[in-house]
């Protein structure tokens, strides 16, 4: 007989997935890593690839999957722009096939279910923070839209199973979210910025770098979902999940020079259509509902990612 929990991460060999299966195996659970390994790697999973209670099936979520588990969290879609815009039919497909799949597995065991939802789904917002009640402010024919659009309808789909057939769901919007793991060469900023910043190669700034996020480390984010997914089954969400510190994507490049001691030079790009002006969580109801905030600062978080990052481009991660 078991009593440990057995939990489905799909996406669990990426950046964020990878980190959940390592916390949820250290919680005492059994895990289950599903994944087509379209950005995830098998490094990401390698220090926990033989723990007797990790298991990994290579599966694409737009295909049907049928496993007995408690719990399952649907992380499987490539969440930089550059991944996400390769293949953007791929994209949809799996926000939302993969979403009717994950939510069907989790109707026919009966199983509480937690969706990876994102910021984007405000799209260039016009309110600012951003809560949970703003509607967005989404472009459906640009090229982002693969994106924010599969994680709108996904969305959708979640409340309708949960109103229709009573299951349990949790949805979590996420944003900007970093640490290691993240894929070397995905494009998103803090990644390309620390490896440009090591490597003494100009810093790629894209626009006049005025544009704001807020960055979360990922402990606080993983800390967050777990207990979102461990919450009362009426805390549903959608909740936002970040850290509210904002700045410009200027003062990150900056701030990356500065821990890095680089003598990268920072060069101007374009920038690229529908990036959204600015973004930055509200999170009153994540405090209020799950007791949670973010706990790493900026600098400790990027202080570790750029350790990561020397390591693996020393060949060495
Ligand atoms: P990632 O690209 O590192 O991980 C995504 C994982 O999903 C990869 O391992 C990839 O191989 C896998 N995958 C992609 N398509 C798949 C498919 N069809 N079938 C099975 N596996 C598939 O990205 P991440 O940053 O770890 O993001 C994880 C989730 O969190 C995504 O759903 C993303 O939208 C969401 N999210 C992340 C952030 C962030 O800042 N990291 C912000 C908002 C939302
Ligand atoms: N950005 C940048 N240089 C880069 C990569 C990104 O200036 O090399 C900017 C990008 O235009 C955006 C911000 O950094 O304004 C965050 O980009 P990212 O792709 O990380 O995430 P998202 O736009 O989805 O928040």
Not at 176 to 198: C, E
Request: charged fraction near 25%; glycine fraction near 8%.
């Amino acid at each position: 007989m078991y009593s440990r929990k057995h939990v489905l991460v799909t996406g669990g060999a990426g950046f964020l997935g990878s980190h959940l299966c390592e916390r949820l195996l250290a919680a005492g659970d059994e895990v289950i890593c599903v994944d087509n390994f379209f950005t995830g790697t098998k490094d990401n999973i390698a220090a926990f690839r033989d723990h007797p209670h990790f298991e990994v099936v290579r599966h694409d979520v737009t295909f049907p999957l049928y496993v007995e588990v408690d719990e399952i969290y649907n992380l499987a879609c490539p969440a930089s722009p550059v991944h996400y815009q390769f293949d953007p039919v791929q994209t949809t497909k799996t926000s939302v096939h993969g979403a009717i799949n994950m939510l069907g597995l989790a109707k026919r065991v009966r199983a509480k279910i937690f969706q990876a939802s994102t910021s984007e789904v405000y799209g260039d917002p016009e309110v600012h923070p951003q809560t949970e009640d703003y509607k967005g402010h989404v472009n459906t024919l640009g090229p982002r839209a693969c994106y924010d659009e599969g994680k709108r309808c996904a969305e959708t789909l979640f409340f309708d199973y949960y109103r229709q057939h009573a299951l349990r769901i949790r949805v979590a919007r996420i944003f900007n979210t970093y640490g290691p793991r993240m894929h070397p060469d995905d494009g998103r900023v803090v990644s390309n910025f620390i490896v440009q910043a090591l490597k003494n190669e100009p810093i790629t700034l894209y626009g006049d770098g005025g544009q704001t996020r807020a960055f979360c480390y990922v402990d606080d984010l993983i800390e967050g979902a777990m207990r979102l997914m461990a919450a009362p089954d009426e805390v549903t969400g959608p909740v936002n999940l970040g850290n509210p510190h904002e700045l410009s994507i200027r003062e990150l490049a900056d701030t990356v020079i500065e821990i890095t001691g680089s003598k990268s030079k920072i060069e101007h790009r374009p920038l690229p259509t529908d990036d959204p002006v600015q973004r930055c969580p509200d999170i009153s109801l994540a405090r209020k509902v799950l007791k949670w905030e973010p706990k790493v600062p900026l600098k400790e978080g990027l202080g570790r990612t750029v350790a990561y990052f020397d390591e693996l481009l020393k060949g060495g991660a």
